[in-house]
């Protein structure tokens, strides 16, 4: 089969005749119809975030059921499936506890095992969710982002009522301001340079949308949220976001740090200022116990992908997505097999 592998910092190379091992017990092979590059993916690819070499990257997937280690499994060839690369051993101390996310025997499909930038993944059945016959698999490969955004929100712990702002207009992003107005946020706010990003975050459901360039953000926001965002959203993964998001948070608000930023980054922040505000800030880390219902959020169409800009590009070509600079206006670059 085709596959990507990734050997070093800055080094993926394209296997036309990468052999696929004989499946284990309650395994099976999962045809790779889409996958998403993830930010993630491209720290590991810029030597900032860590994977194992030689690996193929790629964690956010869906495809087709083509084969089967055993018939026992709720599983037929054809099925269409989405894949939750998080793998969990369910027995050290930390997953005992429920905290799975932070499983000393964590594994992960992209990172630590041969994942979807191939055409052909080998995976656990317990990481395989069923989809309906009709589904859209671009979209379906949302499941581990939406999953991720999932985890995040149960921080965000938002009432119906709150203000909310967000910082950062891609796929994270654009998620999180249909989640909040799932939620029963009265008022949505996207911070965002890019203005056709901008343009979409107010067809998705925000109330209003600024660039942190063109405007005084921190006396906006206070106007518009009479005295300061109840939620902060950093989708960013950017030091200027995390401060920023401090400085727009109302009193006692809740700061969630969403963004996933280089190794090494660090910010700064006035303690006293910390101490007067009584902020709750948050960190969010994978997808405990939330895939499931991403995927049911898929099925039932909650959450809009479609307006998404989506650029697919061709296994064999995908050294052009790590080595170029993205366009400004895609929102999320696919990996297919399909011609």
Do not use: W
């Amino acid at each position: 089969m085709i596959a990507a592998i990734f050997k070093s910092a800055g080094v993926i190379e394209i296997d036309n005749k990468f052999p696929l091992r004989k499946l284990k017990k309650g395994e099976v092979i999962i045809e790779v119809a889409n996958c998403g590059i993830c930010g993630t993916d491209k720290h590991i690819f810029e030597g900032k975030a860590y994977a194992e070499t030689p690996v193929i990257l790629g964690h956010e997937y869906s495809g087709t059921v083509v084969e089967l280690s055993d018939k026992s499994v709720l599983l037929k060839i054809g099925d269409k499936v989405a894949v939750d690369p998080n793998i969990y051993c369910g027995k050290c101390s930390e997953c005992k506890k429920g905290n799975v996310h932070f499983c000393r025997n964590h594994q992960a499909l992209g990172v630590t095992k041969n994942g979807g930038f191939a055409q052909y993944s080998i995976v656990p059945f317990s990481q395989v969710y069923l989809l309906p016959d009709n589904s859209d698999l671009s979209i379906a490969a949302f499941a581990e982002p939406l999953s991720c955004c999932l985890r995040g929100m149960q921080h965000a712990n938002i009432k119906h009522g709150d203000s909310v702002v967000v910082i950062g207009g891609g796929s994270i992003g654009l998620i999180m301001i249909q989640l909040a107005k799932i939620s029963g946020a009265a008022k949505i706010i996207l911070i965002e340079p890019e203005n056709l990003k901008r343009k979409l975050a107010l067809k998705l459901g925000a109330d209003l949308s600024i660039s942190p360039f063109e405007a005084d953000v921190e006396n906006n926001i206070s106007e518009y949220t009479s005295g300061g965002a109840d939620v902060v959203i950093e989708c960013a993964g950017k030091k200027e976001a995390v401060e920023m998001s401090v400085k727009i948070s109302r009193k006692g608000g809740r700061v969630i740090i969403f963004g996933m930023s280089a190794k090494g980054e660090k910010v700064t922040l006035d303690l006293q200022y910390l101490f007067q505000k009584e902020l709750q800030i948050f960190n969010s880390f994978l997808n405990p116990f939330t895939f499931g219902r991403a995927v049911e959020l898929i099925i039932s169409n909650k959450i809009n992908f479609s307006s998404f800009v989506t650029k697919q590009i061709m296994l064999e070509n995908i050294n052009e997505a790590f080595n170029s600079s993205i366009n400004s206006i895609i929102i999320k670059q696919q990996v297919s097999t399909k011609k």
